[in-house]
């Protein structure tokens, strides 16, 4: 049977359970705003298909300007990578690199070899063209960094979107950027500071698999290494007489080495592919903060497993590995939601 109830009782019960229900509403509405500022912190502000519905055309877009370049000059590619890289580690990937002025990032010294803004701007000024004030500078340059590598025969990963422009470009900010010159702990350290990990490191630091530099970031170390009129002794006798023969004592110091001898010829951005390890294991990194990656403890396990033993076999795990640690480098310190700008032309602030 059931028990009568009075009115007064049931209305009781029934403010009971809409403060039940209203504490619960309160309780998940916490949690939501909690888990979106969570996801925001490490980056989750980013989406997959975030220009689906406001300007889809984004991705082919930029493809097809950095296929342009690259189609005249493959040294395109390693340009646009390093341009990626450069701007994520300052002030993080906001396209602060971009922007052009006397203190800009840009005149800092260490940034004064980058290349590649036109390429940006080419396909900026097209996005404009269909779907004004929509795409980010940012953005842009994270997809072309990813269609570069692509184009190069490396991996093509998915970029997640909606980074926006930042409003802030300072040369002295530049000193957070790692530098060749700098041991493996002090890069370390700049990496951590990104929240990014010694796998990371190594990982990304693969991408001079595409690379070239100066012979003057580099030849101190084939004439008079630390000042000792010798050769650096970490590198091996075969590399040491042909990068003698690349970059003579009294030469050219802006005459361009392929930083991958094993799949890139001297004027070549060659392959992209794991035979850059196998140069570092071997003593033949051209760079010495490359050489070093194979004595520092922390990072030649790495090293080690990217080289591998057969050749070939271990070039695919490498490209995955970098599709993810290019992910990560994506997600650093980026703006987005009302954070920042939307920039109407990429080398200015609006």
């Not at 070093?292 to 080690?304: G, N, P, Q, S, Y």
Request: hydrophobic share 40%; glycine share 8%.
């Amino acid at each position: 049977m059931y028990q009568k109830v009075s009115k007064k009782t049931y209305m009781r019960i029934e403010l009971r359970d809409t403060s039940l229900m209203a504490g619960l509403v309160t309780l998940t509405s916490v949690i939501i705003v909690l888990m979106i500022s969570f996801a925001e912190a490490q980056g989750g502000g980013l989406q997959k298909d975030f220009y689906s519905s406001t300007c889809p055309k984004t991705e082919k877009i930029v493809r097809s300007a950095v296929a342009k370049y690259f189609a005249n000059d493959s040294t395109i590619a390693p340009a646009l990578l390093r341009l990626h890289f450069h701007d994520c580690f300052v002030q993080g990937c906001d396209g602060s690199v971009l922007i052009s002025g006397s203190s800009a990032e840009r005149t800092a010294i260490a940034n004064l070899g980058l290349r590649g803004f036109e390429v940006i701007d080419d396909a900026k000024s097209q996005l404009e063209a269909t779907c004004p004030g929509i795409v980010s500078c940012a953005d842009i340059l994270a997809l072309a960094a990813r269609d570069a590598v692509d184009l190069s025969d490396g991996p093509r990963w998915t970029v997640a979107l909606g980074r926006r422009d930042g409003r802030v470009s300072s040369a002295s900010d530049v000193a957070s950027l790692p530098s060749p010159l700098e041991s493996v702990t002090v890069q370390r350290q700049k990496f951590a500071d990104k929240g990014l990990s010694d796998h990371d490191l190594v990982t990304l630091v693969g991408g001079h698999t595409i690379g070239q530099t100066d012979c003057a970031f580099f030849r101190y170390r084939l004439y008079n290494f630390t000042a000792t009129g010798n050769a650096d002794p970490s590198l091996s006798q075969a590399s040491l007489s042909k990068f003698r023969e690349l970059c003579p004592e009294d030469g050219d110091p802006s005459v361009r080495v392929a930083l991958d001898q094993g799949s890139a010829g001297r004027f070549s951005a060659g392959r992209f592919d794991a035979s850059f390890f196998r140069n570092v294991k071997e003593g033949n990194g051209v760079l010495e903060s490359d050489q070093r990656l194979w004595e520092d403890a922390a990072t030649k396990d790495t090293v080690a497993k990217y080289a591998g033993n057969v050749r070939g076999l271990f070039g695919l795990r490498f490209d995955y590995e970098f599709g993810k640690a290019m992910n990560k480098l994506g997600a650093v310190d980026v703006k987005t939601g009302t954070d920042g700008e939307i920039r109407k032309t990429c080398s200015q602030f609006n």
